[in-house]
């Protein structure tokens, strides 16, 4: 099974701030990793998918990078709606798996 | 508007069973593949089964295999999620999830629905 390790648990971070996430693949996913954001009592809902595409409706302030092991989601300037809990899962082998989530919280 | 709307959850002892149910609309059904995946209270996310859109494919987790079963009934745009010898560990919300045209990856998501397994 594919190990998503996601860092850090918890960013503290002002709205208007620019927010890095991390997710590492215990082994190489290609460019098959997705980002989700969960708010508190929703639904997750999807962000990016194939490492680096933005889904329908996305704002441009999130994107995505990385390949194999690493990847990176960036928040460019955050606004008050994107403090939520991340996170990142696999689509390179059965089982799909996702990373334990990074919550991102108000300082 | 695509929705996905899960009913069948509750509270059940352990070893028993449910049956869950997603009702789609909104889109295409039988053109995409389906997927739950389950939430523990105050815990992360977890795959638990993927269908393919024909309902000729299933996937399950190693932890539910041979105890939860996966199937669609395209002409009623149902999924479905029959789990039986239900365990404590089992517990949580449960989300039915349609997946990308692209594959795998989940873009719309119902509200879920709890199940909880306690005597």
């Known amino acids: 099974e594919i190990v998503l390790t996601q860092s850090p648990a918890t960013l503290s971070l002002s709205p208007g701030e620019r927010a890095t996430l991390s997710c590492r693949a215990s082994?190489?996913?290609?460019?098959?990793l997705a980002w989700y954001q969960q708010r508190p009592g929703q639904a997750p809902r999807l962000l990016m998918y194939?490492?680096?595409n933005r889904a329908t409706g996305i704002p441009a302030r999130f994107s995505g990078s990385g390949s194999g092991t690493d990847f990176t989601l960036t928040i460019s300037s955050l606004e008050p709606e994107d403090f939520a809990v991340y996170y990142c899962?696999?689509?390179?082998?059965?089982?799909?798996?996702f990373g334990q989530g990074t919550k991102l919280e108000i300082k | 508007e695509v929705q996905l709307l899960e009913s069948g959850g509750g509270l059940v002892q352990p070893g028993g069973s449910l049956r869950l149910s997603c009702a789609a609309s909104?889109?295409?059904?039988?053109?995409?593949?389906m997927s739950w995946v389950r939430q523990a209270p105050g815990k992360g996310l977890e795959w638990v089964s993927t269908?393919?859109?024909?309902?000729?494919?299933?996937y399950y987790r190693d932890s539910v295999k041979g105890r939860f079963t996966i199937s669609r009934d395209n002409s009623k745009n149902t999924l479905y999620l029959q789990m039986n010898s239900l365990r404590a560990e089992d517990t949580a919300v449960y989300y039915c999830?349609?997946?990308?045209?692209?594959?795998?990856?989940?873009?719309?998501w119902g509200q879920g629905t709890l199940v909880t397994v306690s005597s």
């Open positions: 082994q190489g996913v290609g460019s098959y």
């Open positions: 269908i393919n859109y024909s309902g000729s494919n299933t």
């Open positions: 194939a490492a680096s």
């Open positions: 909104g889109f295409n059904f039988n053109n995409y593949a």
């Open positions: 999830a349609k997946e990308l045209e692209t594959c795998c990856y989940f873009d719309y």
């Open positions: 899962q696999q689509r390179s082998d059965w089982p799909r798996t």
